[in-house]
């Protein structure tokens, strides 16, 4: 199936999960996707309507220059779906400081770098769309998830925010908030969801929401979508990594 109205979408984590299933879908859709990700080498997408981008989301230093060129670059761009993240868990104590800033920096403040380079342009279109993808980890604290939390609830109140700076134009800002979603997220992790598949969110699942969001029609907004599994099995490690 492809889409009578083909648009240019910037997707953040486009190399894996959730951002590279949303790629995937999208591209069948027809549009036509800006893939930022730091390595494509080994994920490469068979589709001429695919940019990658090779850029470390992380590097928050280089992003305002990077940043501004790509936005002078594709001037065409009227959606944004960020979906770049990192998991790290562990009491306070057990963060650097390093560490803390690290995560802060690519969970939220890369993304704000990216809406900061691209929402001029988009201000000036009839219709576009900024989508972040959240967690439930933005609906409440949890032990053991002080500074990912943190991240989060950044991220969601930067949405409700921009989403008001943004209600006098075309802008449509949107955030959805999956629970555990099995991914390559769990990889480097000592905790997973459960084995049964009513324990955890398919990328799938969130890429079918984005769809959704961009879908709809431009006079409505949808400020916030919640997904959990059914169930919420979570299971250790034999071995952490």
Known sequence: MTTSNPRTILIS????????TTAELLLQDGHRIIGIGRDFSKCAFDSDRFTAVEMDLGDIKKLPEQLTALAKQHPDIDAIINCAGQGRFGSLEQFSYKQIYK???????SHAFVCRALVP??????HSNIIF?????????????????????ALRGFAQALRQECSNS????SIVNPGMVKTEFFDELSFEPGEDTCNYIESGDIAAAIKMILDNRSGTVIDEINLSPLKKVVRAKKHNI
């Open 103 to 109: 995560l802060m920096d690519l969970n939220f403040t």
């Open 170 to 173: 075309g802008v449509h800002v």
């Open 121 to 126: 342009q988009l201000k000036k279109l009839d």
């Open 133 to 153: 993808i959240g967690s439930e980890a933005a609906l409440e604290g949890t032990q053991k998830g002080s500074i990912y939390c943190a991240s989060k609830f």
């Open 13 to 20: 984590g486009a190399t894996s999960g959730i951002g590279r």
